[in-house]
């Protein structure tokens, strides 16, 4: 790996800090992957040792994480005061993570070590050089986050360089200034950052939050200004208004300042990765958001279209698919051909010699994706659709007859759930009726489905649903809202997301349901 330039997310870690946000360990492996896939250098995956789901997620990264690019942070602090770092046990859990490069978080702004820490100049400087010391000789790579870099500079000029001298001097590799309050301005951190690197020579990056919606400027502005380190989350998602948006930030680096720090291929997948992140956070993608926005590089019709008839540059300020996405016509939106083609690609289909059965994918998708539909963290019900239309009609191992669902709420409190499945199965098609409980009306249906055709089909025991979101689509309201229902299916080895649509929440289920388990049958 190129160690000339650091891109570095912590999605997984300051992007969780924002409100309504919550991965599960599952969700945290998954974003993981498909940050990955994006060609980021490093993922901050959380604070072990303090957080019980950040400690699994390590421990589960060991085994179920097998990244190509990035190499995986663990986050803490340094040690206490009054404390050895051998004997901090949060430091000893960044050492037991098997995180091979840890990011420790330091005071540098005066006010915070007197106010906060409750400690004095000196011990805070002990505490960084202990700590970055201790790791290093464990055979850890450390960068330091100087906390409220900016803020404190601007108090007291010298104090965060003692800090970054610190470090380096106890074996850091890089210095992050942390914008950490968000309130600066791209003019002021250019200035830092310069008189920062001019006066330490120490090798320094860029944090910034989005107080001022100056988060991306700020971060391109230290890069300008001679950082080789940015950190940022997906999307910009974060603490108040959020982190640095890494996609934006990349994007801003690669097309526009002509720096190259991902992997060749991986720009192309910045919308995809966006979008996949944006359902496993259950958040809904922002249609502006630059680069991947769905309205990115969309036009209506008049002057732009005519424009754009003649040249496509004329008003889009990059080719859309440098980064995944397409330039759309409001009126009649352009076929996303080549999308599709790049997609079966990648989920291991030759689609090139099959025009025919790209164009009726694209129209099928579009005619889909007009109806609340979406693809993006939903590959296996794509790859479904894609092999429908090559095979010319879907793969059914059953047909349904009819299901019903049923929801008790009894006089002692308990609610249960009951669904009955009638559906032919086999290559007989035979008539089975399943009725089964369960902890809620779609666990019932899972159940009572399975209990139906699991006898012709043993290996749905491996199979199990892995988790479950449900999102009322934009723009809709009240209790007759179409919804979306995304489910993660696992078979212990991989895992799979599927999506149904309906105005009914059940049926939507259903749907995604279905895709879950056939997509389990093919595979296997």
């Known amino acids: 790996m190129d160690d000339s330039f650091h891109v570095f997310d912590t999605t997984l870690r300051d992007g969780a800090q924002g409100e309504g946000m919550s991965f599960s360990v599952a969700d945290k492996l998954a974003v993981a992957r498909l940050l990955d896939e994006f060609g980021v250098g490093f993922i901050e995956g959380g604070w072990p040792g303090a ?36 004997e901090d046990p949060q430091v000893l859990a960044l050492r037991d993570s098997g995180a091979p490069v840890v990011t420790l978080v330091a005071k540098s702004d005066v006010r915070h070590v007197t106010q906060a820490l409750r400690t004095t100049y000196e011990e805070n400087l002990d505490m960084v050089r202990d700590t970055v010391s ?8 450390v960068f330091l986050d100087c906390e409220h870099f900016f803020d404190g500079y601007g108090h007291d000029r010298d104090y965060g360089l003692r800090v970054l001298e610190a470090a380096f001097e106890a074996g850091a590799d890089v210095g992050v200034l942390c914008d ?18 001019s006066r ?3 090798r320094v990056g860029m944090h910034a939050q989005n107080d001022t919606s100056c988060a991306v400027a700020n971060t391109l502005a230290a890069v300008a200004a001679g950082a080789t380190h940015v950190q940022g989350t997906a999307n910009g998602y974060g603490e108040r208004p959020g982190n640095a948006d890494i996609f934006a930030v990349v994007g801003g680096l690669e097309i526009k300042m002509n720096h190259r720090v991902l992997p060749d291929g991986c720009l192309a997948e910045m919308m995809r990765v966006s979008h996949a992140i944006a359902e496993i956070a259950n958040k809904a993608p922002n249609p502006q958001q630059a680069y991947v926005g769905t309205s990115a590089f969309a036009h209506k019709a008049g002057l732009h279209a005519s424009a754009i008839k003649i ?31 790049l997609k079966g690609r990648e989920l291991g289909i030759d689609l090139a010699g099959h025009p025919e059965a790209v164009g009726r994918v694209v129209e099928k998708v579009k005619g889909l994706e007009a109806d609340g539909w979406s693809f993006e963290a939903a590959d ?5 659709m894609v092999r429908a239309e090559l095979e010319g009609g879907p793969t059914a191992y059953f047909d349904l007859e009819s299901y019903r669902v049923l929801v008790e709420h009894r006089a002692d409190g308990e609610v249960v759930s009951e669904a009955t499945v009638k559906a032919r199965v086999g290559p007989d ?28 089909y043993p290996q749905l025991a491996g199979i199990e649903l892995a988790d479950y979101k449900v999102r009322i689509l934009e723009g809709r309201h009240g209790t007759d809202a179409v919804t979306r229902v995304l489910i993660t299916t696992t078979d212990g080895h991989e895992d799979w997301t599927t999506v149904g649509v309906h105005a009914n929440v059940i049926e939507a289920s259903w749907r995604a349901l279905v895709d879950a388990l056939t997509y389990g049958l093919r595979r296997d």
């Open 51 to 86: 957080l019980p789901k950040d400690t699994e997620f390590f421990a589960r990264a060991q085994t179920e994480l097998s990244l190509r690019h990035a190499k995986l942070v663990a986050f803490g602090a340094t040690r206490k005061a009054g404390n050895k770092a051998h």
């Open 380 to 384: 296996a019900s794509f790859e479904l």
């Open 200 to 202: 330490g020579g120490f």
């Open 429 to 456: 098609r035979e008539r089975v009726i399943a009725t089964a409980e369960g902890n809620g009306p779609v666990n019932a249906l899972d159940h009572a489905l399975r209990q139906a055709v699991q006898r012709y």
């Open 311 to 341: 040249s496509p540059e004329l008003y889009n300020h990059v080719d859309p698919a440098v980064v995944g996405n397409d330039m759309r016509i409001l009126v009649t939106e352009m076929a996303g051909r080549a999308s599709v083609e």
């Open 180 to 197: 950490t309050n968000g309130g600066q301005l791209p003019m002021g951190v250019g200035r830092t950052v310069a008189e920062v690197i």
């Open 134 to 141: 201790f790791l290093v000789g464990e055979g850890r790579r």
